[in-house]
């Protein structure tokens, strides 16, 4: 996998969706917090309730107006070079802070409305601007310093996923060699194919991939995958697959099916001296893709296998999507099930699937 650039849709967390719902209420809760303890540090008992009045209706103003500039101006700054749209939001919050101040300054002239004390229009003015200049700067430098943050997560992630394919690809590569050297004695003809099939493994695994492949193509590499296992352990080896309608359209890691078939395999079918059955399943529930492989339990140890490749399938989902994606381990009725559990994100709508 190519390394994770950062692109402009990835700096989205400098200025994030001030228009949302929960992001307004957000403002509206933080405004009346300041409000609050502004009104609480000038500690003047008498006329306390008028003051946060006032202060509190100045900043829910100044509040919500700044986030609608923002909100407006969004998909122009995030078109510029980083600094470039921190200083361009800055100046454009000072021009609101101005706005607002400037309204204020004028209904208390036009109904008289106590409050600004013995400041001038100039005093109000640079005393509104001036409290706006710093709380925007602390704000929007936090801003930039969590998208910093965010965008440093990123390289490590890619950089971790990385590591992850070069210690999976090469273990699933050398099994099916080892396949394809011990059927060329015994059936050349079946070893030719198994060649051919493993060239076509080896074109797919050592091509550069994208955060997110289709689940079609990932099915497709583990058929592959079979076709040459099942060549050589014959009967032994018996596949269900059980591909609900539209699922192979959902948009998921490279390489998160493989291990889970490879296990299925080396751990459930190879040590058993008769047939035995791998299941492999893909479903919508709710939401969400369920993807589930079955083997039977190894005869001579049921609670071996399996732990490198679940490791590795453990680290790609939390990468991919955190505390979104789910999976469990049972052993049950001498089945041993791996189901996991991913959000439902077809390729056409799955943004990291084109980066």
């Known amino acids: 996998m190519n390394p994770i650039p950062v692109s402009r849709g990835q700096r989205e967390g400098f200025l994030p969706d001030l228009c949302s719902a929960e992001a307004t209420l957000t403002l509206i809760l933080f405004a009346a917090l300041v409000a609050i303890t502004l009104a609480l540090a000038r500690g003047e008992l008498p006329g306390f309730w008028p003051d946060l009045g006032r202060l509190v209706l100045l900043a829910e103003f100044l509040t919500l107006a700044s986030a609608a500039a923002l909100c407006l101006l969004r998909r122009y700054l995030l078109a510029l070079p ?17 706005l607002v101040g400037e309204g204020a300054y004028l209904v208390h002239s ?9 400041w001038s229009h100039s005093g109000w003015m640079v005393r509104l601007v ?11 430098r936090y801003l930039y310093v969590r998208a910093e943050w965010r965008d440093n997560v990123r390289r490590e992630a890619g950089s971790r996923l990385e590591a992850l394919e070069a210690r999976i690809e090469p273990h699933f590569l050398f099994n099916t060699l080892n396949t394809a050297a011990a059927l060329v004695h015994a059936n050349p003809e079946a070893a030719e194919r198994t060649l051919e099939d493993l060239a076509e493994l080896f074109r797919h695994a050592l091509t550069a991939r994208p955060a997110r492949v289709s689940l079609a193509e990932e099915l497709e590499f583990a058929r592959r995958y079979l076709a040459i296992e099942a060549r050589r352990l014959g009967p032994r ?3 269900d697959w059980c591909i609900a309608e539209g699922a192979e359209q959902v948009a998921i890691p490279p390489f998160l099916l493989q291990p889970l078939v490879e296990n299925a395999v080396v751990h459930g079918i190879e040590p058993r001296s008769g047939p035995g059955r791998v299941r492999i399943g893909a479903a919508p529930r709710g939401k969400r893709l369920e993807l589930v ?20 399938v453990r ?33 056409d709508a799955d943004s990291d699937s084109r980066r």
């Open 82 to 98: 980083p600094v470039a749209a921190v200083l361009s939001a800055y100046f454009a919050l000072l021009a609101v802070a101005a």
């Open 110 to 118: 036009i109904y008289g409305a106590p409050g600004f004390g013995p």
């Open 130 to 140: 001036m409290a706006a200049a710093i709380v925007d700067a602390l704000v929007l």
């Open 237 to 239: 080896l018996q596949v």
């Open 293 to 312: 492989v079955e083997n039977p339990l190894a005869e001579w140890n049921p609670g071996s296998g399996h732990g490198v490749g679940l490791a590795g």
């Open 315 to 347: 680290a790609r989902l939390a990468l991919a999507w955190g505390e979104a994606a789910e999976i469990a381990v049972e052993r049950k009725d001498a089945i041993f099930r791996v189901r996991i559990l991913c959000p439902w994100r077809r390729m």
